[in-house]
């Protein structure tokens, strides 16, 4: 039978390896650039941990893993033959693969709080894992890209951390917009129309003004139990428009009742003039409502301009990360660059720079064992300067070994024959172009950089 891979997961090639580095890589140096510190946890945690902090379905979607030995030790045969999978499985896993990055982190956190220094800046790299069932763009195993700054309730934080989502789509080349909203304004919203628990379905609801009209915003508000007065206090809201200065001032005047409302209203108008250079990217956008259970303040989104996609950038504030581990009054705020998205993004806009796609840089044919022990000094040289080089293991024809490099997309190739090796030097054959030189060690070289 032919082997194959759990569903869910994914193989990836060399080159997809190339690129996907290019983007783990980028995200790294600016997040170092602007003074965070990587740190990495286990891909398995004890299930105490884990259990408990995503909700009754994020439970389910946990990867157990089954306790080593003999676990049946202490389960009796009436608990066996009850057959309540959940039950068992809490007598038999100890353990389970990593759901997310957060609460993996603030389990990190409050186990070395001693040993950190406040505010905490971090961020993390690595793959997470749920038992999801697999459909196009949902992975059982897929990578989060983290950062997060805690011990720090400053919106300075929030402003840098906009600054690296810039920055990073800069350096892609991928233009974005990117959506701020605050929880504290939602929360507000739905104090002054006395409706707390309808604030997903009527940010829905004006999330479909352009498609549907506004008539048809209102019936559907109407249909979700919002009550005629209710949704009449909602008209200024469902039709906010204007620059980001003009909607925050309406919410201002709509929620001048609500001390709640205004101090988020406040938090977005402080971030938003702090970034002056970013003001074509950033946008007041109040439909958006992402992990309302979770955050408590600031809440952004990122949507690539060019490409139909998802979200590829995502983050918030949240008021008690620690508290679930018995740490309470730990605020933090944090975005994760969805990593799998920006990959189909960057290769449908071909954006992946092409020095940043070459592995070797240059194949030194092998023309016998003489030509070769010359080679490998060369070699050795080459590689001491910062080049990737290779040379063809075998001494076989010369069509094998040219074949191999336009394989592998390498873009130049060194020839060293008997000519080559009296005059001390090597001929760099350029596959693109086909135009040779000889040259020296030295010139080979600067020509590579």
């Known amino acids: ?57 994020g439970d389910k979607l946990l990867f157990k893993i089954q306790n080593s030995g003999d676990y049946f030790k202490g389960i009796t045969d009436e608990e066996l033959l009850s057959r309540n999978a959940s039950k068992l499985a809490s007598r038999f896993c100890e353990k389970g693969l990593r759901y997310d990055l957060t609460v993996p982190f603030a389990r990190y956190v409050v186990q070395h709080r001693d040993e950190l220094t406040m505010p905490f800046k971090r961020y993390q790299i690595q793959p997470v894992w749920r038992a999801d069932r697999p459909q196009k763009g949902r992975y059982r195993e897929f990578y989060q890209c983290d950062a997060d700054i805690v011990g720090s309730t400053s919106l300075l ?35 002054i129309i006395g409706q707390a628990d309808k604030i997903v379905e ?10 549907i009209g506004l008539d048809n915003v209102n019936a559907e508000l109407a249909e979700n139990g919002l009550p005629a007065d209710a949704i009449e206090k909602l008209q200024p809201i469902i039709n906010l428009s204007g620059t980001n200065t003009d909607k925050l001032a309406t919410m201002k005047e709509v929620l001048k009742e609500s001390d709640t409302g205004l101090q988020g209203v406040e938090e977005c108008e402080y971030i938003l003039s702090k970034l002056t250079d970013l003001n074509n990217a950033v946008e007041f956008d109040l439909t958006l409502a992402r992990g309302l259970n979770y955050y408590t303040g600031s809440i952004f989104e990122v949507k690539a301009l060019d490409v139909e996609i998802g979200s590829i950038t995502g983050g918030g504030r949240y008021d008690n990360l620690t508290g679930i581990f018995g740490m309470p009054g730990v605020s933090g705020v944090g975005i994760s660059f969805g990593a799998d998205r920006i990959f189909d993004v960057l290769n449908q806009l071909d954006l992946y720079p092409k020095e940043a796609m070459i592995r070797t840089k240059v194949l030194f044919v092998n023309f016998g064992e003489s030509e070769a022990d010359y080679c490998l000094k060369v070699l050795q040289e080459v590689r001491s300067a910062g080049i990737s080089a290779e040379i063809y293991p075998d001494s076989v024809k ?6 191999y490099a336009n394989a592998k997309q390498i873009p130049y190739v060194a020839l060293v024959g008997e000519t080559e090796m009296a005059s001390g030097q090597i001929t760099l054959k350029n596959m693109d172009t086909g135009e040779q030189k000889l040259l020296t060690i030295h010139d080979l070289i600067a020509s590579l950089y």
């Not at 934080?157 to 233009?175: A, Y």
């Open 202 to 211: 009527i940010t829905v609801a004006i999330d479909k003004l352009d498609k």
């Open 1 to 57: 039978m032919k082997p194959s891979i759990p569903k869910g997961t994914r193989d990836f090639s060399s080159d997809e390896m190339t690129k996907r580095n290019y983007i783990f890589n980028t995200i790294k140096e600016v997040y170092a650039l602007y003074g965070f510190q990587q740190i990495e946890t286990p891909a398995m945690e004890n299930l105490s941990t884990l259990m408990g902090k995503y909700g009754e379905e």
């Open 398 to 403: 010369m069509k094998k070994q040219m074949s």
């Open 157 to 191: 934080n929030e402003v840098e951390l906009m600054q690296i989502i810039d920055t990073v789509f800069s350096k892609f080349g991928v233009r974005v917009c990117i959506k701020l909203n605050n929880r504290k304004i939602l929360s507000g919203i739905a104090e």
